[in-house]
């Protein structure tokens, strides 16, 4: 078969998208001789005036004798009557493709025409175009980053199918393969609909009496909505005629829809307003992000690099909140979602990784407002009321979403698939997967490592009548692991239990007891009782410790600092960083202790101590585990050495904060020693200069708060994760009193070091 460049390409009719693939071919020198057939002499004349063809003939097999390659680029009617007229000039060597925007259609017509569709037959459908039409209109880049739509046929030659690939790749459009009849119903949603709509909208207004007003003072809405009403009527007309099916389907769905808005309209019915418009709001965001693979916070989507710069010195005094914690946020949502009844949060964390928890429930019909400055409504659902979501959940690089969802899953009565980032797409599943098949849960995971996308088959757990209670030995401590199996075991017959090796955060048992649930725990073990039920409450979340370990850090290592910390979560799985600052001589006090939401919390109020260097106890490295980074700046502080052992699992972290801290303080002059699983710091002098945090969210910030006590000013490199964890990191440091400013290096600016 032909190889580029084609000796001939012949078209069959010369409008946008025929003349537009011309102009790609000529620009790239990818064929000798281009023939085109049109009713119109103008048109061709045209387009030899141009340059885009050599001959134009008025017949259309006069054109595509001899062609390699035939692109049918008319109106999907014509099809039929084209493909006879063709039919004695092609060989079982030409390979045909067509650009129509219905694809059943024409498969049927070439079916009349030959009996079957020949071999070298590739319909084709690029997703690119515009309202205007003719030779004229068409331009080169018109394909280039837009999908290119190949529905091949069991009898497609290969070959045929890879030159038509080929033809679009050169054209610089992103090529993918579905069948017929999905193109067909695809399509019928996503342009077809859209289109009638417009078009109905349009012409409804414009006869009604009052319309010139109507047009007057049409605002932007109405303009955005209703651009692709200017589109060609006899292309469109052809289209909706030709994809009869799948559009009446499609228009059936949306009148259903309308439907229910009008009804909630007449009866006042809010909250089935709010509920599909937020979900509505949500879903398009949702899709956008999904589909460019990039995360939900805005600040993270600039290609560019983002860079702190501290300058020495700085006070810091009077009072602040740092953000919500995040391991709170996401189970605010779940159970939120799962009990009856409203849950009021505030203080939730709308960093990356809770904002995906909050888009996986609204994808399974709960309705959730906001995040609005941290407040957010759950209008929870029961444990019974979670539908099946449209499509794949896409939990970006949130594991504790895909963890503690697996549990969840693993009891509704439908399917679903988790996706994630390709970060998260490395990470391990099976620790969590295991378990819940003891359950009796049905649940896949990909590739030898076991990683996600995770399916989970809760159809077929529930025909063999849901889930069982199990006793589960932890092999390692995973609070992810354990809140996974203990969420299932809401659902499960019995009793499920957990023993864990080592104590790990308690969070999930904590919230479950604020919603109701009556739980367990007997030294190692948490146990619960399935069947029962969860009850809205209203969560104010506390303010995430590991974030305010940075300020504890902070207000210890500054000269003359009066800092009080509010609302921070002390749960004891977490309180390591004021245990070990204060073995260091820090000054701490842990003010107003209350409890909210089965979680406890206090002001703490900081001020300057002289710090030492200490042995770590190493009981406390499971409770200060995310603190370290902050920590080992205390002890470049401190007088004396610093040593930490037993916390290998910092090497897996983000980054490997032991490494790269270690980096970071020998650029700034201070000896620190890494060790398989730990650090040794020689207290002293910080200077100045360049550290590069790995995208590690804590790294950032521990070297934003060195800058108090450094020579010179530190500069931070790769800073834009510190949006997951503290998305106003800079605005509360500032106003404390750091000295510290963000700014962005463009990528062409950025060096290899
Ligand atoms: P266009 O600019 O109007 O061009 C249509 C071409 O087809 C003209 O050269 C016209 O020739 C010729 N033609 C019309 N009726 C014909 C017939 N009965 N027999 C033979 N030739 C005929 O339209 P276009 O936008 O390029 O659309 C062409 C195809 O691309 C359509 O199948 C459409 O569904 C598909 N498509 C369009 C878009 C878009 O946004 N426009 C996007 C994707 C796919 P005359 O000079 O003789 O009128």
């Keep these: 078969m032909s190889r580029w460049p084609l000796r001939q390409v012949a078209f069959v009719g010369f409008g946008l998208i025929g003349s537009s693939l011309a102009r790609c071919l000529r620009e790239k020198q990818l064929v000798e001789r281009i023939t085109a057939s049109s009713r119109s002499a103008a048109t061709l004349r045209t387009a030899k005036q141009l340059g885009l063809i050599d001959i134009g003939y008025s017949d259309a097999a006069d054109a595509v004798r001899g062609a390699d390659l035939v692109i049918l680029a008319m109106p999907v009617n014509a099809t039929e009557q084209v493909l006879r007229s063709i039919r004695p000039a092609v060989t079982a060597q030409t390979v045909i493709t067509d650009v129509g925007s219905t694809k059943g259609n024409v498969v049927a017509a070439a079916e009349r025409v030959w009996g079957r569709v020949p071999a070298g037959f590739v319909p084709g459908h690029p997703i690119a175009g515009s309202e205007q039409s003719g030779v004229l209109a068409g331009r080169s880049s018109l394909f280039a980053n837009h999908k290119v739509i190949l529905t091949p046929l069991p009898d497609t030659d290969p070959r045929a199918l890879a030159l038509v690939e080929s033809l679009w790749r050169h054209a610089d459009a992103d090529v993918l393969t579905m069948d017929v009849a999905r193109h067909d119903a695809v399509l019928a949603r996503t342009s077809h609909l859209p289109h009638l709509l417009a078009f109905s909208l349009v012409d409804t207004l414009a006869r009604e009496s009052q319309n010139l007003d109507i047009f007057r003072y049409a605002a932007g809405g109405f303009r955005d909505f209703t651009r692709i009403a200017a589109s060609d009527p006899l292309m469109w007309h052809d289209i909706f005629l030709a994809n009869r099916e799948a559009v009446l389907q499609a228009l059936g769905t949306f009148e259903a829809g309308t439907q229910t808005l009008r009804r909630a309209i007449e009866q006042g019915d809010s909250e089935t307003l709010l509920g599909i418009f937020t979900r509505a709001r949500a879903a398009r965001e949702h899709f956008t992000h999904m589909l460019a693979g990039t995360a939900y916070a805005k600040s993270m989507t600039s290609s560019n690099e983002l860079i702190f710069t501290v300058q020495p010195g700085g006070r810091l005094s009077g009072r602040a909140r740092v953000p919500g914690d995040k391991s709170i946020s996401h189970r605010s949502i779940m159970l939120g979602s799962l009990a009856n009844g409203v849950t009021e949060v505030s203080g939730f964390l709308e960093g990356e990784d809770a904002l995906a928890t909050l888009q996986a429930f609204r994808d399974m019909g709960v309705v959730i407002e906001g995040p609005d400055r941290g407040r957010v409504r759950v209008h929870g659902v029961g444990l019974r009321g979670l539908k099946a979501p449209p499509g794949a959940l896409y939990v970006g690089n949130s594991g504790t979403t895909m963890r503690l969802l697996s549990g969840i899953l ?50 077929v757990t529930a025909s063999r009548g849901g889930l069982k209670g199990i006793h589960y030995d932890l092999p390692i401590a995973s609070a992810q692991v354990k809140s996974g199996v203990l969420l299932a075991g809401l659902w499960a017959e019995g009793s499920t239990s957990v023993t864990e090796p080592a104590p790990t955060r308690d969070h999930t048992e904590r919230m479950l007891r604020g919603f109701g649930y009556d739980v367990q725990v007997d030294g190692a073990t948490v146990t619960i009782q399935g069947g029962g039920e969860l009850t809205a409450t209203s969560i104010d979340v506390p303010a995430d410790i590991s974030s305010a370990a940075f300020f504890m850090v902070a207000a210890s290592i500054a000269e003359d600092a009066d800092l009080t910390l509010e609302h921070v979560g002390i749960n004891p799985t977490r309180i390591g960083v004021i245990n070990i600052l204060r073995a260091m001589g820090g000054d701490l006090t842990v003010m107003n202790e209350r409890e909210i939401g089965g979680e406890p919390v206090a002001d703490i109020r900081i001020r300057s101590a002289r710090l030492k260097g200490i042995r770590i ?34 090497r897996v972290k983000e980054s490997d904060r032991i490494q790269v801290m270690a980096d970071g303080l020998h650029t700034l002059g201070i000896a620190a020693t890494p060790t398989p699983d730990g650090i040794i710091i020689e207290g002293g002098q910080l200077g100045q200069g360049e550290v590069i945090s790995h995208g590690d969210h804590r790294i950032a910030m521990s070297f934003s708060i060195a800058g108090l006590r450094a020579a010179g000013p530190i500069v931070i490199r790769d800073c834009a994760n510190v949006a997951t964890s503290f998305p106003d990191f800079i605005g509360l440091a500032s106003r404390c009193g750091l000295r510290i400013q963000a700014s962005e290096r463009s990528a062409s600016q950025q060096t290899d070091a």
């Excluded at 996706?419 to 998260?424: E, F, I, Q, R, Y």
């Design 617 to 650: 106890p190493e009981d406390q490295v499971p409770l200060a585990i995310d603190e370290f980074p902050a920590l080992f700046i205390a002890a470049a502080c401190a007088q004396g050495t610093t040593v930490l052992t037993g916390a290998e699992e910092l």
């Design 410 to 459: 693993s009891a509704q009565p439908f399917d679903t698939v988790m996706t994630g980032d390709a970060s998260l797409n490395k990470r391990p599943m099976e620790r969590i997967a295991k378990p819940l098949r003891l359950m009796g849960a049905e649940i896949q995971t990909t590739g030898e490592r076991g990683t996600p996308p995770v399916s989970v088959l809760g159809s």
